[in-house]
């Protein structure tokens, strides 16, 4: 094997050591990660592939404490950065989760519609989110906000702004929620399958976005069924299966030299892409 832990950095970012999650229904428990470890480095572009229903989610939900009342996580989810230190992010208070959410970690659902309430204007969520965490006036958010519109591909921000969810598209509201979790400059974006409902076009401006975001120096856990994306931004690749990391390198080794027969089948299904990092 070419690639070490080295290339990657000194300190994670996120780290996530042996995260079990399981969820307790009437007559069954459903073991839906056993064990997984990660780590994201800073400056880094890390994605998580696998099947539908094998736990990618639920990873991002663990880690920003959302998962349902009806799951029971155990191992550990250290996160630092810069003067931000938590031990295990499993553990925190919910006056600490919530200064952490939005604000140094922030996840693009991949859901729009779970996530922006029908009756608040798109401006009135971006702002709320910039002002429950940063010391500005409201002109001052107001500009934040436009600008993270701007940069997530919304046209005509100011008009967007006074809108309400229902007036968007599913394309339109899926880059507000991407603004949202960009609007605050977290050190770690978790999105989940951010792309699925936006056209091609607008998707390789978001990927574009992505890389700059990583230019400036911040990190991403991409959650994609697109392996032209993977080739396209990842630094390193994860393969999940069935709850368990079953395959983890840099994307050539991933994509030049599988190991894992699960992952070589991942990639036989989708023969087309561009390795072009
Ligand atoms: N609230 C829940 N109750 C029971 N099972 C759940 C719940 N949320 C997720 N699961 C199960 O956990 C597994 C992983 O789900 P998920 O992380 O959403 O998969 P995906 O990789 O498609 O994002 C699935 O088997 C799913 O059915
Ligand atoms: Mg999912």
């Given at each position: 094997?070419?690639?070490?832990?080295?290339?990657?950095g000194?300190?994670?970012?996120?780290?996530i050591?042996?995260?079990?999650?399981?969820?307790?229904?009437?007559?069954?428990?459903?073991?839906a990660?056993?064990?997984?470890?990660l780590?994201?480095?800073?400056?880094e572009?890390?994605?998580?592939v696998?099947e539908?229903?094998?736990?990618k989610?639920v990873?991002?939900y663990?880690?920003?404490?959302?998962?349902?009342?009806?799951?029971?996580?155990?191992?550990?989810?250290?996160?630092?950065?810069?003067?931000?230190?938590i031990?295990n992010?499993?553990e925190?208070?919910d006056?600490?989760?919530?200064?952490?959410?939005?604000n140094?970690i922030?996840?693009?659902?991949?859901e729009?519609s779970a996530?922006?309430?029908p009756?608040l204007?798109?401006?009135?969520?971006?702002?709320?989110?910039?002002?429950?965490?940063?010391?500005v006036?409201?002109?001052?958010?107001?500009?934040?906000?436009?600008?993270?519109?701007?940069?997530a591909?919304i046209?005509?921000?100011?008009?967007?702004?006074n809108q309400?969810?229902?007036?968007?598209?599913?394309?339109?509201?899926q880059?507000?929620?991407?603004?949202?979790?960009?609007?605050?400059?977290?050190?770690?974006?978790?999105?989940?399958?951010?792309?699925t409902?936006?056209?091609?076009?607008v998707s390789?401006?978001i990927?574009?976005?992505?890389?700059k975001i990583?230019?400036?120096?911040?990190?991403?856990l991409?959650i994609?069924?697109?392996?032209?994306v993977?080739?396209?931004v990842?630094d390193w690749?994860?393969?999940i299966k069935?709850?368990?990391?079953?395959?983890?390198n840099?994307v050539?080794e991933?994509?030049?030299?599988?190991k894992?027969p699960?992952?070589?089948?991942l990639?036989e299904?989708?023969?087309?892409?561009?390795?072009?990092?």
């Amino acid at each position: 094997m070419h690639s070490n832990k080295s290339q990657r950095g000194q300190k994670p970012l996120l780290s996530i050591e042996n995260l079990k999650v399981s969820f307790k229904l009437e007559n069954q428990t459903i073991n839906a990660l056993k064990g997984i470890s990660l780590e994201v480095y800073p400056q880094e572009i890390v994605c998580l592939v696998g099947e539908s229903g094998s736990g990618k989610s639920v990873t991002c939900y663990s880690i920003l404490k959302l998962l349902d009342k009806n799951a029971k996580a155990e191992g550990k989810i250290s996160f630092e950065a810069d003067e931000e230190k938590i031990d295990n992010l499993l553990e925190t208070s919910d006056k600490q989760i919530r200064k952490t959410r939005g604000n140094k970690i922030s996840m693009v659902f991949q859901e729009p519609s779970a996530v922006l309430n029908p009756l608040l204007t798109i401006g009135e969520q971006l702002m709320e989110t910039v002002l429950a965490h940063k010391k500005v006036n409201k002109d001052e958010a107001k500009k934040i906000c436009l600008n993270a519109m701007e940069k997530a591909q919304i046209p005509d921000p100011e008009r967007r702004f006074n809108q309400y969810p229902h007036e968007l598209s599913g394309g339109l509201k899926q880059r507000v929620v991407i603004a949202i979790a960009t609007v605050n400059n977290p050190y770690l974006i978790l999105a989940d399958e951010p792309t699925t409902a936006l056209d091609v076009t607008v998707s390789a401006k978001i990927i574009a976005l992505f890389k700059k975001i990583k230019k400036e120096g911040k990190s991403i856990l991409l959650i994609t069924h697109d392996l032209g994306v993977v080739a396209e931004v990842a630094d390193w690749v994860y393969v999940i299966k069935e709850g368990q990391i079953v395959e983890e390198n840099n994307v050539y080794e991933i994509f030049e030299n599988p190991k894992h027969p699960y992952t070589k089948k991942l990639l036989e299904s989708r023969p087309m892409f561009n390795l072009k990092t």
